[in-house]
């Protein structure tokens, strides 16, 4: 009960969507169709999954007066701003995705800004990293270092002002040695994920259900 | 309003740079409250574009067999937020097995018909390509050799079942040439890709304190 | 020699002034560079070109604010040159905390081109399942997105009256900062046989000159120079044409600095 019907379920889809792939026809075509629909709503509901855990984990550092349990009030209230401002607009407009609304305008002046910069850090990181990381100790990492400055350089206005060449080494290198490492990467990759696949449909990957 | 928003995303936006000082109050501020509306919008969206038009609409829209099908992907939403409670929680392997059994369906055959066999056949190309002049055959030729010696020392290096040794390590090492030039490649594009994000956030930041 | 041995430890936030002035710098002086336009891009931009008017193209939007800088000037190119070309645009998504993003921009660009929306585009908004949701779509779009964005029924907008799957769309459009560039190529293009250009951020770009070169996409869009040439191509250079001085500065002296670094590496090597 506990194993043996997830592991059927499992084979059971995995091999109709296989099935399908060869004969997209009725009834096999309309019962994968129902099933894709069914994942896409069932998917959902796992997105929502992490919610009880952030909850949880912020309550009880607020309870137990952990290190740094202010900051969780301002988690609540964030969540709480966001389902509140949610539902207002949909109650008003009928949709929360009204440009005017108040969800989007916490969208947009909360969520963007917010989002957009926690990224934008990374370039100060990136280039720490490289000023301290990026040394030319062998013939490899040498390698890796030109390949780096070609494409920084010919990726923009600037590598053309230095020597008209540059961009076209730098498409060069994309186009052929670059090329052809990622698709020997990938290649090994999706083997591999082919190989994974076929172990989680025949019940043999069972990783999942722990 | 408008005017209040903007300086809300610039005050947010200056404590997250602020970490590049050191990591300070004024940071952990926005970093949780980032966290906190993250979550919430995910709830309004999974209600908005999931349940509400794909589950309940549709089930106010359907009738007949089709109505009552709509019950089995709302047990098995149901069944997998079960993992809330420990005692509950393996419950929700059966809506798990359903998502993986389809997620590892779709794959086999698009990772097969979408990459393996097309990136094959295009490394598969003629190692003389014949140009307009010579040097446009001595380039297509070099080129293509270059992509077919890559693609295959690329994959014996990562081929781990037996000792590179001999042949296989003489392939091993060139594959290495090509995954370095890969990897710095792909390292000028990402530091490409951040700066991109700096340039955006700085020229909102410009923007909002009139310096452009 | 002091020089050289101060030049190999700078210390970290001094990096970090550095780079935030290499890039402020050029945004305040407002500088400007000439933009290459490559191969890719073109190709790309030719793609739409060659489609006979009343074409039906699907839009994706798989990226977020986090790479919106990149994003956002290919997406409002894609929907000026549509638009100028009078194609039918589907706008769908992969990313939920993306799509309301890129709606600000086609609200901007559809006013300023004067299309109508359910005529001349149609927002489908947001559903989760990713490959499922793809897969589906080839066989009735009705059956995910029944309604649009606001909840109306698509049946009730003149432009979706014959649109059913991919057999009735001409053109596949990613904006991706993810694998759903790759999922949209694995498991569309190759089983429903749909034409696609890929509009991706710069760490995103390397992995699709593979499937750049096998044919399967028609051209990339990559990063924020990707992002200038198509402004260039498509006449309207905005944020990444403009944006391109401050990323080369930005460039060279991260370039710089690496050349600093292994100045003092191999000073204190031979040291040592």
């Given at each position: 009960?506990k194993?043996?019907?997830?592991?059927?379920?499992?084979?059971?889809?995995?091999?109709?969507?296989?099935?399908?792939f060869?004969?997209?026809?009725?009834?096999?075509g309309?019962?994968?169709?129902?099933?894709?629909i069914?994942?896409?709503?069932?998917?959902g509901?796992?997105?929502?999954?992490?919610?009880?855990?952030?909850?949880?984990?912020?309550?009880?550092?607020?309870?137990?007066?952990?290190?740094?349990?202010?900051?969780?009030y301002?988690?609540?209230?964030?969540?709480a701003?966001?389902?509140?401002?949610?539902?207002?607009s949909?109650?008003?407009?009928?949709?929360?995705?009204?440009l005017?609304?108040s969800f989007?305008?916490?969208?947009?002046?909360?969520?963007?800004?917010?989002?957009a910069?926690?990224?934008?850090?990374?370039?100060?990181?990136?280039?720490?990293?490289?000023?301290?990381?990026f040394?030319?100790r062998?013939?490899?990492?040498?390698?890796?270092?030109?390949?780096?400055?070609?494409?920084?350089?010919?990726?923009?206005?600037?590598?053309?002002?230095i020597?008209?060449?540059?961009?076209?080494?730098?498409?060069?290198?994309?186009?052929?040695?670059?090329?052809?490492?990622?698709?020997?990467?990938?290649?090994?990759?999706?083997?591999?994920?082919?190989?994974?696949s076929?172990?989680?449909?025949?019940?043999?990957?069972?990783?999942?259900?722990t | 309003?408008?005017?209040?928003?903007?300086?809300?995303?610039?005050?947010?936006?200056?404590?997250?740079?602020?970490?590049?000082?050191?990591?300070?109050?004024?940071?952990?501020?926005?970093?949780?409250?980032?966290?906190?509306?993250s979550?919430?919008y995910?709830?309004?969206?999974?209600?908005?574009?999931?349940?509400?038009?794909?589950?309940?609409?549709e089930f106010?829209?359907?009738?007949?067999?089709?109505?009552?099908?709509?019950?089995?992907?709302?047990?098995?939403?149901?069944?997998?937020?079960?993992?809330?409670?420990?005692?509950?929680?393996?419950?929700?392997?059966?809506p798990?097995?359903?998502?993986?059994?389809?997620?590892?369906?779709?794959?086999?055959t698009?990772?097969?018909?979408?990459?393996?066999?097309?990136?094959?056949?295009a490394t598969?190309?003629?190692?003389?390509?014949v140009?307009?002049?010579?040097?446009?055959?001595?380039?297509?030729?070099f080129?293509?050799?270059?992509?077919?010696?890559?693609?295959?020392?690329a994959?014996?290096?990562?081929y781990?079942?037996?000792e590179?040794?001999?042949?296989?390590?003489?392939?091993?090492?060139?594959?290495?040439?090509?995954?370095?030039?890969?990897?710095?490649?792909?390292?000028?594009?990402?530091?490409?890709?951040?700066?991109?994000?700096?340039?955006?956030?700085l020229?909102?930041?410009?923007?909002?304190?009139?310096?452009? | 020699?002091?020089?050289?041995?101060?030049l190999?430890?700078?210390?970290?936030?001094?990096?970090?002034l550095?780079?935030?002035?290499?890039?402020a710098?050029?945004?305040?002086?407002?500088?400007?560079?000439p933009?290459?336009?490559?191969?890719?891009?073109?190709?790309?931009?030719?793609?739409?070109?060659?489609?006979?008017e009343?074409?039906?193209?699907?839009?994706?939007?798989?990226?977020?604010?986090?790479?919106?800088p990149?994003?956002?000037?290919?997406?409002?190119?894609f929907?000026?040159?549509?638009?100028?070309?009078?194609?039918?645009?589907?706008y769908?998504g992969?990313?939920?905390?993306?799509?309301?993003?890129?709606?600000?921009?086609?609200?901007?660009?559809?006013?300023?081109?004067g299309a109508?929306?359910?005529?001349?585009?149609?927002n489908?908004?947001?559903?989760?399942?990713y490959?499922?949701?793809?897969?589906?779509?080839?066989?009735?779009?009705?059956?995910?997105?029944?309604?649009d964005?606001?909840?109306?029924?698509?049946?009730?907008f003149?432009?979706?009256?014959?649109?059913?799957?991919?057999?009735?769309?001409?053109?596949?459009?990613?904006?991706?900062?993810?694998?759903?560039?790759?999922?949209?190529?694995q498991?569309v293009?190759?089983?429903?046989?749909?034409?696609?250009?890929?509009?991706?951020?710069?760490?995103?770009?390397?992995?699709?000159?593979p499937?750049?070169?096998?044919?399967q996409?028609?051209?990339?869009?990559?990063?924020?120079?990707?992002?200038?040439?198509?402004?260039?191509?498509?006449?309207n250079?905005e944020?990444?044409?403009?944006?391109?001085?401050?990323?080369?500065?930005?460039?060279?002296?991260?370039?710089?600095?690496i050349?600093?670094g292994?100045?003092?590496?191999f000073?204190?090597?031979?040291?040592?």
């Amino acid at each position: 009960m506990k194993r043996d019907i997830p592991i059927i379920i499992t084979f059971l889809t995995g091999f109709l969507c296989v099935v399908a792939f060869f004969i997209p026809h009725p009834p096999l075509g309309d019962l994968q169709q129902r099933f894709l629909i069914w994942y896409a709503i069932v998917y959902g509901f796992t997105m929502v999954l992490g919610l009880d855990s952030l909850l949880k984990y912020n309550i009880k550092k607020i309870t137990q007066r952990k290190e740094g349990w202010q900051y969780s009030y301002v988690l609540l209230f964030g969540l709480a701003l966001v389902l509140v401002t949610g539902f207002q607009s949909w109650f008003k407009y009928g949709t929360p995705f009204e440009l005017r609304s108040s969800f989007m305008y916490s969208y947009i002046h909360i969520i963007v800004p917010l989002q957009a910069t926690m990224f934008a850090l990374l370039a100060f990181f990136i280039s720490s990293a490289a000023y301290r990381a990026f040394r030319a100790r062998t013939f490899e990492a040498t390698l890796l270092l030109v390949a780096a400055a070609i494409v920084m350089l010919g990726r923009v206005p600037i590598g053309k002002m230095i020597w008209s060449e540059i961009p076209v080494i730098s498409d060069w290198l994309l186009n052929i040695p670059q090329l052809a490492a990622k698709r020997g990467i990938q290649i090994g990759v999706y083997l591999g994920g082919v190989v994974m696949s076929l172990r989680i449909i025949l019940g043999i990957e069972r990783t999942y259900l722990t | 309003m408008n005017l209040l928003g903007t300086w809300i995303a610039a005050g947010l936006t200056i404590a997250i740079l602020s970490f590049l000082y050191r990591d300070n109050p004024l940071y952990k501020f926005a970093e949780h409250l980032f966290v906190g509306v993250s979550a919430g919008y995910w709830v309004i969206y999974i209600w908005a574009f999931d349940v509400k038009p794909m589950l309940i609409d549709e089930f106010v829209r359907q009738a007949g067999f089709e109505k009552w099908l709509l019950i089995v992907p709302a047990v098995f939403g149901v069944m997998m937020l079960m993992r809330w409670i420990p005692r509950t929680a393996w419950i929700s392997r059966w809506p798990i097995s359903f998502t993986v059994g389809i997620a590892a369906g779709l794959a086999l055959t698009a990772q097969v018909q979408g990459y393996i066999i097309p990136q094959i056949q295009a490394t598969l190309l003629p190692l003389v390509s014949v140009g307009n002049t010579t040097a446009e055959t001595i380039g297509r030729s070099f080129n293509n050799i270059l992509i077919f010696v890559g693609v295959v020392c690329a994959l014996l290096f990562f081929y781990f079942s037996r000792e590179h040794k001999g042949a296989l390590k003489v392939g091993s090492k060139i594959g290495v040439i090509f995954l370095m030039i890969g990897f710095g490649a792909s390292f000028g594009y990402t530091v490409m890709a951040r700066l991109s994000l700096l340039i955006g956030r700085l020229t909102f930041l410009l923007q909002v304190f009139g310096f452009r | 020699m002091k020089v050289l041995d101060w030049l190999a430890n700078i210390d970290r936030r001094l990096i970090f002034l550095a780079i935030g002035l290499a890039v402020a710098i050029p945004i305040i002086m407002k500088l400007r560079m000439p933009i290459r336009i490559s191969s890719e891009v073109r190709s790309a931009y030719e793609t739409i070109e060659n489609l006979p008017e009343g074409s039906v193209v699907l839009a994706s939007i798989d990226y977020d604010a986090t790479s919106a800088p990149e994003l956002t000037p290919m997406f409002r190119s894609f929907l000026r040159q549509c638009f100028r070309k009078k194609l039918k645009i589907i706008y769908t998504g992969h990313l939920a905390i993306g799509l309301p993003l890129a709606q600000f921009d086609l609200d901007m660009v559809t006013a300023e081109c004067g299309a109508v929306y359910g005529e001349d585009y149609i927002n489908l908004g947001y559903r989760p399942g990713y490959t499922a949701v793809m897969i589906g779509i080839g066989r009735e779009i009705r059956d995910f997105f029944a309604v649009d964005y606001k909840g109306v029924p698509v049946d009730s907008f003149p432009m979706m009256k014959d649109i059913h799957n991919y057999g009735d769309m001409a053109l596949i459009v990613d904006f991706a900062h993810g694998t759903a560039g790759e999922y949209w190529i694995q498991y569309v293009v190759s089983r429903f046989g749909v034409r696609m250009f890929s509009c991706v951020t710069g760490v995103m770009a390397p992995t699709l000159y593979p499937y750049l070169q096998a044919g399967q996409i028609t051209g990339i869009i990559g990063g924020l120079q990707g992002a200038a040439e198509y402004e260039m191509l498509v006449g309207n250079p905005e944020s990444a044409a403009f944006g391109m001085p401050a990323q080369s500065i930005a460039h060279l002296l991260i370039i710089a600095f690496i050349v600093f670094g292994n100045i003092g590496y191999f000073i204190s090597r031979r040291k040592k």
